[in-house]
């Protein structure tokens, strides 16, 4: 059994900033990335973040591109997402995921809401 516990999300002001983590345990499978995708009420979740396990290629969706900053703590299975400068837009529900073994794993979501 795989389990992917997110932690960080909550509410700030615009302009604020947030830090999610995500630690993978269980029966993992090698790890070729981890990252991060959100979702909106009615939308398709979205991809915002992915990092490599090996060498931290990274790669981000454009509008996230200088504002958030993903890492990784390989030897914890963790993702770390620091998200500043923060939107009204940036809220919704981010997922994390990993992919391993051929497979895709993903966490139950934590909520970013960014108030005005």
């Known amino acids: 059994q795989v389990q992917l516990v997110e932690s960080g999300g909550g509410l700030v002001q615009a302009g604020g900033s947030l830090i999610l983590s995500c630690a993978v345990s269980?029966?993992?499978?090698?790890?070729?990335?981890m990252g991060w995708f959100r979702q909106t009420p009615g939308k398709e979740r979205r991809f915002v973040a992915t990092?490599?396990?090996?060498?931290?290629?990274?790669n981000y969706a454009a509008t996230m591109k200088g504002r958030f900053t993903i890492n990784r703590e390989n030897a914890k299975s963790t993702v770390y997402m620091q998200m500043n400068s923060l939107k009204h837009e940036d809220k919704a529900v981010y997922y994390c995921w990993y992919r391993g073994g051929g497979r895709d794993y993903w966490g139950q979501g934590t909520q970013v809401t960014v108030s005005s």
């Open positions: 269980g029966r993992i499978f090698s790890i070729y990335a």
């Open positions: 990092i490599r396990r090996s060498g931290g290629n990274t």
